[in-house]
């Protein structure tokens, strides 16, 4: 039981490259979310999935688009990354919308030079 | 104004001693706090949740809600190195989401 994993750990790109987050949880969790957390910022929601096939804008959606998969799998993409999506992106799930307890995976340590 | 403002840090405290770590939140319509632990390099986890007025306790942790002060705190007795993290708090907002402050970090010196 892993929990939930995301790939790659850490990531590198130059502006104006793309790249895809992975996501999985084996929980059977229905809701699914992506965060960035960045230094005194705290956490902020980029979209989040309250059930397969459906996905939603969360604080801050601009440059980001997302794909929920399956139950399983929500993926993160970014299309033309920019400095400023430097940041470690988080991917957490729970049972459903109404359970707000969230579970987090390892995250991803994204820089865009 | 930002949903969930927490005491900035960072806090230093000798092991052993009670770590009080504060938190309030803007949106009256919150219902459900909840109290996250966060290594350095590491993900966010999971250590308390509450929802109605009063204390919880879980092991050396204490949960306090006040509804009417908009206000949450979370208490470490008998602080140990093992607790040197940064505590985020989390609550609840009308359209599901959690609002999360931009955290605590606590350093407990041997």
């Known amino acids: 039981n892993a929990g939930v994993t995301q790939t790659p750990k850490f990531q590198v790109l130059k502006t104006g490259q793309s790249m895809t987050l992975q996501c999985a949880q084996d929980?059977?969790?229905?809701?699914m979310y992506w965060y960035r957390q960045d230094p005194g910022m705290g956490l902020r929601l980029i979209y989040y999935?309250?059930?397969?096939?459906?996905?939603d804008k969360g604080e801050v959606p601009n440059g980001y688009n997302v794909s929920r998969l399956n139950k399983r799998e929500f993926s993160l993409r970014l299309e033309s990354a920019a400095p400023s999506q430097t940041s470690v992106y988080f991917c957490a799930s729970s049972e459903s919308l109404a359970r707000y307890e969230q579970y987090f995976g390892p995250g991803t340590r994204l820089t865009v030079t | 104004q930002k949903e969930v403002e927490q005491n900035s840090g960072p806090l230093s405290v000798p092991e052993g001693a009670i770590a009080s770590l504060n938190c309030t939140y803007s949106?009256?319509?919150?219902?459900?706090f909840f109290w996250y632990r966060q290594y350095s390099g590491k993900s966010p986890e999971l250590i308390m949740s509450i929802y109605s007025n009063g204390d919880k306790e879980d092991g050396r942790f204490t949960a306090q809600l006040n509804k009417a002060s908009q206000y949450v705190s979370l208490l470490i007795r008998d602080s140990q190195p093992s607790d040197s993290a940064t505590y985020l708090c989390?609550?609840?907002?009308?359209?599901?989401?959690?609002?999360f402050g931009a955290g605590t970090t606590v350093t407990v010196r041997a």
């Open positions: 989390a609550s609840s907002s009308n359209d599901y989401k959690l609002s």
């Open positions: 929980m059977n969790h229905n809701s």
């Open positions: 949106d009256r319509g919150s219902q459900s």
């Open positions: 999935s309250a059930s397969e096939g459906t996905t």
